[in-house]
């Protein structure tokens, strides 16, 4: 028996029998294994797992739900420290704060807080996990209302490089706590999340209007239309898809959350629930929740995906164009063409108090290519280059860091300036001073200053 079997962690080799179910995360691409994966229970099997690779010059992966689509939770040969088993939710209803382990996903941690009718901004669908969301900015629903997830975050548990047990907040650790709202998992390892809350539903109103493709370009024009004067209790989305039933007609839609009353919501969706004749026409009252997990079915566990991602300058008629024209060409009946609108309180809060930099209004481009069939990979993702490169005219210079996918790279600029823009010293500051050895690595990395880099 190790000395982390010993602690009561759960220690997986390989040719254990959870050890293939345990190594494989949300995208199906990623196919790394671990010498070692320590499922942790507590913050003291965190702080040993740490300690036990560093004396054995081990690598280091930081799981908590595996939904990066860059597969950095998992490494080849190294410890994976593997949090999803942490699941621990406690809210105080009356102070409207809660505490969240990270092994947490939105759906269990959102079914938490609405019990009592609150709710903190966390993804846009609910099996990504709270931890790696929150750690890199976080965008969802609630984000025009609330700001971003980690706008919220009040205090963090922390395992740093050395295996100390801290606490990060305005008051302990200031700088570690600026760098944890944004900077991914380059700190340490988040062992307790502590969030503001707000009252929330439980109804509210949401859900999706689809129109035949041939109106795509008008759609997208009346997302951008509404976006321009929209209140911060709504959140849209633009979506190109195809249909899930054969044969996958594309189809263009907006899909919308409110949170206000429901006379406001209804006054502030007439125009989107006006448009067209939709052929899917479902925004209505309904749980958080259920806008929560409305489109879950889109991402299976374990499909195959690669996206970009970036934001736009603007959205101007000829981007318009070019995405309708290449979504039409689109090989696989997974895939989705997104914009969402960053808006409200996620841009009053200035750039250099967190460090999550993108605080402009405006739309980020997502495109998460999704498909089932190996033998289609190179067809799925050469079209999402194509269709991305094509677009490049219109991009702004920031990029969302939880979008990236592996190859950034290697294809070119440098993905984590991009992400960070005039945050990335200070970043490197407070990496410096905590994980001088960049024990934390496999993430998008902010090298130490001088470090030995591995
Ligand atoms: C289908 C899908 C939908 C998504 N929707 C949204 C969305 O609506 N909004 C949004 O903002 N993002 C979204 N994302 C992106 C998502 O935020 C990132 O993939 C995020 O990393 C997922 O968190 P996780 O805990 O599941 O990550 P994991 O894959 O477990 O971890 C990813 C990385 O985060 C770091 N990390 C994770 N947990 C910890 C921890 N406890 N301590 C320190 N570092 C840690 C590590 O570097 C790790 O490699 C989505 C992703 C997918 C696949």
Known sequence: MSVLEASGAVVLRPGDTAYDEVRRVHNGMIDKRPALIVRCLTTEHVAAAVRFARARSLEISIRSCGHNVAGRAVCDGGLMIDLNLMKGATVDPNARTAQAQPGLNWGEFNAATQRHGLAVTGGTISTTGVAGLTLGGGFGWLMGKFGFAADNLLSA?????????????????????WALRGGGGNFGVVTS??????????????????????????VLALFREESAKISDDMSLVAALVRSPDEPHEPLAGIIACHVGPEDVATRELAAIRGFGEPVVQAIIRKPYEDVNSQYDFGFPNRALNYW?????????????????????????????????????????????ATAIPHRAAGFNLLI??????????????????????RLN????????VNYLDDDEAQRGGDPVRAAYGANYERLVEVKTAYDP??????????????SATR
């Open 193 to 218: 999340f502590t969030f503001k809350l707000y009252r929330v539903g439980p109804i509210v109103t949401g859900g999706f209007n689809f129109w035949p493709y041939k109106r795509a370009k008008e």
């Open 393 to 400: 005219p219109f991009f702004a210079p920031g990029r969302y």
């Open 157 to 177: 548990e922390v395992v740093t490089a050395d295996g100390a047990i801290l606490t990060a907040s305005v008051h302990e650790h200031p700088d570690l706590f």
């Open 308 to 352: 970009k991602s970036s934001f736009l300058k603007r959205l101007p008629d000829d981007a318009i164009s070019s995405m309708v024209a290449d979504f039409a060409r689109c090989p696989s009946h997974m895939s989705i063409l997104m914009l969402e609108d960053v808006h409200g309180a996620a841009t009053r809060v200035p750039t250099a």
């Open 368 to 389: 998460p290519s999704v498909w089932s069939n190996p033998s289609e990979t190179a067809l799925n993702v050469a079209w999402t280059q194509d269709t991305f490169a």
């Open 437 to 450: 050895e960049n024990v934390f690595h496999l993430n998008y990395n902010i090298p130490p200053r001088k």
